[in-house]
């Protein structure tokens, strides 16, 4: 599975940005897509994930209400809408999948497949 990350750019306190993880390769296997992201100097963290086979989206309490994520299967592609972006958000994202949904989704060792992240930067 290959997935490559775009979407990024720089934005005002308030602003919007959509991130898009486009999957090829083994697509049709894979059951999680996850987001992270990774501020300077800190770790790579949760931000949200997409479980396809139920259709089910789950969220980190900091974007909850401001981010979406959502999917367009014809183009094997799944998108982060985010609204109402804050200095804190600024960090380098990144999209992960796994072939099979894992109980403890939030936790960034358990995935194989990585895009190569895409740099949000929130200007206050």
């Known amino acids: 599975v290959q997935l490559q990350a775009s979407g990024g750019g720089l934005v005002q306190v308030g602003g919007s940005l959509r991130l898009s993880c486009a999957a090829s390769?083994?697509?049709?296997?894979?059951?999680?897509i996850v987001w992270f992201r990774q501020a300077p100097g800190k770790e790579r963290e949760f931000v949200g994930a997409?479980?396809?086979?139920?259709?089910?989206?789950y969220y980190a309490d900091s974007v909850k209400g401001r981010f979406t994520i959502s999917r367009d299967n014809a183009k094997n592609t799944v998108y982060l809408q985010m609204n109402s972006l804050k200095p804190e958000d600024t960090a380098v994202y990144y999209c992960?999948?796994?072939?099979?949904?894992?109980?403890?989704?939030?936790?960034?060792?358990?995935?194989?497949?990585w895009g190569q992240g895409t740099q949000v930067t929130v200007s206050s």
């Open positions: 992960a999948a796994q072939i099979n949904w894992i109980v403890d989704y939030r936790n960034v060792r358990h995935y194989e497949y």
């Open positions: 997409l479980r396809r086979s139920m259709g089910r989206t």
């Open positions: 390769g083994r697509t049709f296997s894979t059951d999680a």
